[in-house]
């Protein structure tokens, strides 16, 4: 059973910084890719930014130039650095791991707030 577990979340100011981290039970090498989601309340969950295990990252439209997901295979952790921070990035960001013929697995989930 993969577990998943989020850091990093916070109180910013807009145009401020934070890095999130997801640390993974289990070797990332065996998942097809590696995300991050999030939800802001009364929405829908949407991509922030996946990295497959193969290829290049992809970003939804509204975070490109702003925020970036990398990966540690050593620490089995991936982070999403996220600077020029926005009112509208305020939502839970959740972490997401795509197995071969498995469901997804989920973290629990981070809280992340953008205001003055």
């Known amino acids: 059973q993969v577990q998943l577990v989020e850091s990093g979340g916070g109180l910013v100011q807009p145009g401020g910084s934070l890095r999130l981290s997801c640390a993974a039970s289990?070797?990332?090498?065996?998942?097809?890719?590696m995300g991050w989601y999030r939800q802001a309340p009364g929405k829908q969950r949407e991509l922030v930014a996946t990295?497959?295990?193969?290829?290049?990252?992809i970003y939804t439209d509204s975070v490109k130039g702003r925020f970036t997901i990398s990966m540690d295979i050593a620490k089995n952790t991936i982070y999403l650095q996220m600077n020029s921070l926005k009112p509208e990035d305020t939502a839970v960001y959740y972490c997401n791991a795509q197995r071969p013929l498995q469901p997804d697995a989920w973290g629990q989930g981070t809280q992340v707030t953008v205001s003055s």
């Open positions: 990295r497959p295990r193969t290829g290049s990252s």
């Open positions: 289990g070797s990332i090498f065996s998942f097809n890719a």
